[in-house]
């Protein structure tokens, strides 16, 4: 089968890169990763040119102008962007390249590569709370970039609600992380999933409860409150 661009749209949390990190340690020789360009500053751990190339605004800013990104947004207040590059250096190597970005990323990538030369899943954990467990428990974020990554998540699956069977193919569930690394790795070899095709409205329904679950969490966030579980 032909390589093809594995997007992997999420709420900050959710796991894209943890399920980006295992397809590759699953399947070394079917998947590969792009490694997108940002001026936001390097976490703990994150080399230069592994998680991120990372930039000076000038230096995107340039590389922008030049046509080098195949896309590229504002997050945060942070750019980042999807370098052509990276996307063709593991396409021609004959690996489906795995994109890790947020929903305006996914509505571009989705019109350069159309069906089937890409696949489109939106990641959510199995709740809103669990949502927030992890963000917290990765501690890279100060409290108030926290809140900040919460109110931008309800908007995001808000999207990916209206933006359902038109950008996105399929919602993945990452409760289990090997079982969606699995699912990943299926409908990519094999191109769909009986319950995407029947059940669309189940989707948007999971989406909705999600949205209107956050949305209820989301206040127990801000620093203001002093509460931190
Ligand atoms: P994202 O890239 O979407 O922002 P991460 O991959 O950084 O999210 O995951 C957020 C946190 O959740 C990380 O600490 C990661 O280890 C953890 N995590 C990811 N997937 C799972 C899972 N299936 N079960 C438990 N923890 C997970
Ligand atoms: P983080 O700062 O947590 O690494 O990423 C913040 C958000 O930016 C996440 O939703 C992530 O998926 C998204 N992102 C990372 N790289 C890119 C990219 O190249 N393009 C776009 N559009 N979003 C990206």
Not at 101 to 106: T, Y
């Amino acid at each position: 089968m032909a390589a093809r661009v594995v997007v992997l749209a999420a709420p900050s949390g959710a796991g894209k890169t943890t399920i980006a990190r295992a397809l590759r340690t699953r399947r070394p020789d079917e998947f590969g990763y792009s490694v997108s360009g940002t001026t936001r500053r390097a976490r703990p751990g994150e080399r230069d040119g592994e998680a991120y190339h990372f930039l000076t605004r000038d230096e995107f800013l340039g590389r922008q102008a030049a046509g080098e990104f195949l896309e590229s947004t504002q997050y945060a207040g942070e750019l980042y962007g999807t370098l052509r590059s990276e996307v063709e250096r593991v396409l021609h190597a004959g690996k489906h390249v795995v994109l890790d970005v947020e929903v305006e990323g996914a509505r571009q990538v989705r019109k350069a590569y159309p069906r089937p030369a890409s696949v489109v899943f939106f990641v959510i954990p199995p709740s809103p709370r669990v949502l927030i467990e992890r963000l917290r428990k990765r501690r890279t974020e100060s409290e108030a970039e926290l809140a900040r990554r919460i109110d931008i998540a309800t908007g995001e699956v808000e999207t990916a609600a209206r933006e359902l069977g038109d950008v996105y193919d399929h919602v993945l569930v990452n409760d289990d992380l090997d079982a969606a690394v699995s699912e990943v790795i299926e409908l990519v070899q094999g191109g769909g999933r009986a319950s995407d095709r029947d059940a669309p409205r189940d989707m948007k329904s999971v989406l909705s409860t999600f949205v209107r679950q956050l949305k209820r969490e989301a206040p127990q966030l801000k620093p203001s409150t002093g509460r931190s579980r």
